[in-house]
């Protein structure tokens, strides 16, 4: 199956500024896109990344600067066979877990990601769109509905590794509990640990 | 399967206290334990509450003031076979979520929760015990190799409906994205509606 990873290039992981300077954003984002692209390689996928400018990769790069949505339905509406997207920053995302995209042969497959967001599709209707706006999972769910009809199926994946992206500096602390590759290995680099008095683990610096 | 579902029924819930009452976390809390319930007894489990105070149950009730490890440790030491614990504050968990935990037949199943918890355990092995503190689910890793050794097996279940306990007011946008039951229909009927501007989705009443 086609797996596209799209990438932010220019400016990623805004809202990690809090706790990373730009150069350790950029780095870091690619960092876990690697390994993503890696798991993916291992399941003998052959990802290909949309990246926003021209990156250095050892998956091809397809250089779309256009808006995610419209780059991701570039690809799904000249496709002929069943696309996969997968989001780049899911640093825990085991090849077992990515694995589990495989699995279900509906018409539309969906993984939540926290906060409402869509961390992967496979999308086997060619109608089924994107739209990566805010709380994306339920126009996704509806999307789906609408182009698979009555006739169709839709099914979800639930992955708690899926599921959590890392935008936010609290998702650190998932990567750290749970990442055992290179996410989590340049965190430490970086010197970040987890604290874990009160409630949910968070990370210092 | 033996299934016991711990219960703060004097004070639950007090990270909610920003957005619900006294009252209103208990009544909540209520609604969350009948559906983790509901939910067991639907895959034909006969789960029993561990309750800090008596309460008035579909489900068995064992009344146990002592603090959540003593509890459950209790039960761990005088069992006669398989124990599972599953936490009373999984809103997201459908049937077919908690019937993962039946899969894996390893010595000991850890189902990790969001920022280091331990949502659910199955524990095969007679000697294994919990220790629920911050960041439980990196000892229950290292108790479980302990007294499994080497010839026994650890397997952890990677669910996002599972990882998914409701503890803080952020969590309530889980909710309301993904529960379809009684959870999210007494989180609506309170007021709460889904905020989803500026990256993950939030709650607003």
Tied chains: 1, 2.
Aim: proline share 6%; hydrophobic share 45%; with cysteine.
């Amino acid at each position: 199956m086609r797996t596209v990873v799209p990438f932010d290039a220019s400016d990623p992981k805004t809202r990690l500024a809090p706790v990373l300077d730009g150069d350790e954003r950029r780095a870091f984002a690619r960092i876990m896109l690697g390994a993503v692209l890696d798991s993916l390689r291992s399941l003998g996928r052959e990802p290909a990344v949309i990246a926003t400018e021209s990156i250095d990769c050892a998956s091809p790069v397809i250089v779309d600067d256009r808006p995610l949505d419209v780059a991701v339905n570039d690809v799904l509406e000249t496709a002929d066979g069943p696309i996969a997207v997968v989001m780049a920053d899911l640093a825990l995302a085991t090849p077992d877990a990515l694995d589990r995209l495989s699995a279900p042969d509906d018409d539309v497959v969906l993984v939540p990601g926290r906060g409402g967001g869509t961390n992967a599709i496979v999308a086997r209707h060619p109608d089924f769109r994107v739209d990566y706006h805010d709380g994306s999972i339920r126009d996704h769910r509806r999307i789906a509905k609408e182009v698979v009809g009555d006739d169709g199926t839709i099914a979800e994946v639930d992955s708690f590794r899926l599921a959590t992206d890392v935008d936010e500096p609290a998702d650190l602390a998932e990567v750290l509990l749970h990442g055992e590759g290179a996410s989590a290995t340049w965190l430490r680099a970086k010197g970040f640990e987890l604290s874990v008095t009160g409630g949910r683990a968070s990370v210092i610096r």
